[in-house]
């Protein structure tokens, strides 16, 4: 289903900027579930081709062939793309409580997962990420299976990603994440990212701490 809704896009059977067909008349049109439609509408979202507005109704992004990639990606791919080798180390999963911190308590629970990760930029630390997903997820508390793209794993426990919301900031790390980043405890770039479903839910709130003294962050934006 997914990828006939996406040939009809490309080949503009669903012009750009117009709306594809609601939910119920896409199950009916294709007699499956209201879960298969969804699901198949968040993939196309997570590609690009379209976005889900509350109240409106799904309307088509583009229409090219090119694979589009996750914005959640966008900054890792660039690192790449300019030469660097970009790899995960120090990977560590867990059950946490969530009781200090209203906003994972509130859409959380009393507990969720914890994913740390250190990025590595041509073997050097440069990034620490704290990752906060539901225990809805049932993730496995294996590290070595986090070594890939968290995104695209959450995709596969059918928790597709449809924004982003980043904030920045600039504070000093608690003394773990400064070491582990082999830097003094001086303010480093900080970035919080909420991670919304199709319905608005929170499906991932991760903290991560910048070392911008070895390359600033940079957001690219494609016309």
Same mark, same amino acid.
């Given at each position: 289903?997914?990828?006939?809704? $996406?040939?009809?896009? &490309?080949?503009?059977?669903?012009?750009?900027?117009?709306?594809?067909?609601? @939910?119920?008349?896409?199950?009916?049109?294709?007699?499956?579930? +209201?879960?298969?439609?969804? +699901?198949?509408?968040?993939?196309?979202? &997570?590609?690009?081709?379209?976005?889900?507005?509350?109240?409106?109704?799904?309307?088509?992004?583009?229409?090219?062939?090119?694979? $589009?990639?996750?914005?959640?990606?966008?900054?890792?791919?660039?690192?790449?793309?300019?030469?660097? @080798?970009?790899?995960?180390?120090?990977?560590?999963?867990?059950?946490?409580?969530?009781?200090?911190?209203? &906003?994972?308590?509130?859409?959380?629970?009393?507990?969720?997962?914890?994913?740390?990760?250190?990025?590595?930029?041509?073997?050097?630390?440069?990034?620490? !990420?704290? %990752?906060?997903?539901?225990?809805?997820?049932?993730?496995?508390? $294996?590290?070595?299976? !986090?070594?890939?793209?968290?995104?695209?794993?959450?995709?596969?426990?059918?928790?597709?990603?449809?924004?982003?919301?980043?904030? !920045?900031?600039? @504070?000093?790390?608690? @003394?773990?994440?400064?070491?582990?980043?082999?830097?003094?405890?001086?303010?480093?770039? $900080?970035?919080?990212?909420?991670?919304?479903?199709?319905?608005?839910?929170?499906?991932?709130?991760?903290?991560? !701490?910048? %070392?911008?003294?070895? %390359?600033?962050?940079?957001?690219?934006?494609?016309?």
């Amino acid at each position: 289903m997914k990828d006939i809704l $996406k040939e009809r896009i &490309i080949s503009g059977f669903y012009p750009k900027n117009s709306l594809i067909p609601s @939910e119920p008349a896409l199950e009916k049109e294709f007699s499956v579930s +209201k879960i298969t439609v969804r +699901k198949a509408v968040e993939q196309l979202a &997570i590609e690009g081709y379209v976005e889900k507005r509350s109240g409106v109704g799904t309307k088509v992004l583009d229409n090219k062939v090119t694979p $589009k990639i996750s914005r959640g990606q966008n900054f890792s791919d660039q690192l790449v793309k300019e030469g660097f @080798e970009l790899r995960k180390d120090n990977i560590n999963i867990s059950v946490v409580r969530t009781e200090g911190n209203n &906003i994972l308590q509130a859409n959380m629970g009393s507990e969720c997962y914890c994913l740390e990760r250190l990025y590595l930029l041509d073997n050097e630390p440069y990034i620490y !990420f704290t %990752h906060y997903i539901p225990l809805e997820a049932l993730l496995p508390l $294996k590290p070595e299976l !986090f070594k890939g793209s968290l995104y695209e794993l959450l995709f596969q426990k059918g928790m597709a990603m449809n924004h982003f919301n980043d904030e !920045f900031d600039v @504070e000093i790390p608690e @003394e773990k994440v400064a070491s582990t980043l082999n830097t003094d405890q001086k303010p480093l770039l $900080k970035r919080i990212r909420s991670s919304f479903d199709i319905d608005e839910k929170l499906v991932e709130y991760s903290v991560a !701490f910048y %070392h911008t003294d070895m %390359h600033k962050y940079v957001v690219q934006y494609n016309v």
